[in-house]
């Protein structure tokens, strides 16, 4: 059975401060790593990885992917409070890409 | 606007109600899944549909059932409501054999009481 596990679960920072997000997967048949931002309503899309050591980068977020180590890192400098959000980790398994997804990291970025 | 719409986004039933969940996506994608997500939990897999005509169970799909109508279309049905189902559910869809991902419907909110 897959699974993603992330870490830490939630986080509590000043704005301002750079923080590291942690995800770590089994799955058979690897394909991708998928990041995901989630607000009020529902995930959206921020990085997918599939290559070890490619660092994927938008904004003040950053992402990369350690297929020796089975995990991934999201990185957000800078942060602001329009940051906060859970922070959902996903692989696709299987034949038919559904996705498993880790546990989630709240971040609360305070002022 | 091209997307996943999911109906209703509110509901309130009463232990033992039933109900089903609307979801309709229109960019011809051949995958569904229904998710729900509960608080610490992230998002789990109740049922999907890889293409039209077929469904399979997900990680969690005892109490549910599905019906993928057509291409656009797949609901998720409540027979017997239970307290335990009260949570967010979403709708996805994908492009089979795809790695972009899914696009998530904005999700309804049950309370099961």
């Known amino acids: 059975e897959d699974k993603v596990v992330q870490s830490p679960l939630s986080l509590v920072v000043h704005e301002g401060d750079t923080v590291t997000l942690n995800c770590s997967y089994e799955?058979?048949?690897?394909?991708?790593l998928l990041w995901y931002k989630q607000e009020k309503k529902a995930p959206t899309f921020l990085f997918m990885l599939?290559?070890?050591?490619i660092e994927k980068k938008s904004g003040r977020l950053s992402s990369i992917l350690d297929k020796k180590e089975l995990s991934s890192i999201l990185n957000i400098t800078a942060t602001q409070t329009g940051d906060s959000a859970i922070y959902l980790c996903?692989?696709?398994?299987?034949?038919?890409?559904?996705?498993?997804f880790g546990k989630g990291t709240l971040l609360t970025v305070n002022p | 606007n091209a997307g996943v719409t999911q109906t209703p986004k509110f509901q309130v039933l009463k232990t033992g109600q039933s109900m089903t969940l609307q979801c309709a996506q229109d960019?011809?994608?051949?995958?569904m899944y229904w998710y729900r997500q509960d608080p610490g939990m992230g998002l789990r897999l109740i049922y999907y549909?890889?293409?039209?005509?077929?469904?399979d169970k997900g990680e969690v799909p005892n109490g549910y059932n599905v019906s993928r109508l057509n291409k656009r279309e797949f609901s998720l049905r409540l027979e017997s409501a239970a307290p335990s189902q009260t949570s967010v559910y979403f709708c996805?869809?994908?492009?089979?054999?795809?790695?972009?991902?899914?696009?998530f419907g904005s999700g309804t909110r049950l309370t099961v009481v």
């Open positions: 799955v058979t048949n690897f394909r991708s």
């Open positions: 996903a692989v696709p398994g299987g034949s038919n890409y559904k996705l498993t």
């Open positions: 549909s890889a293409s039209e005509g077929t469904t």
């Open positions: 960019m011809n994608h051949n995958s």
């Open positions: 599939t290559s070890s050591g």
């Open positions: 996805a869809s994908s492009a089979l054999f795809t790695n972009y991902g899914y696009t």
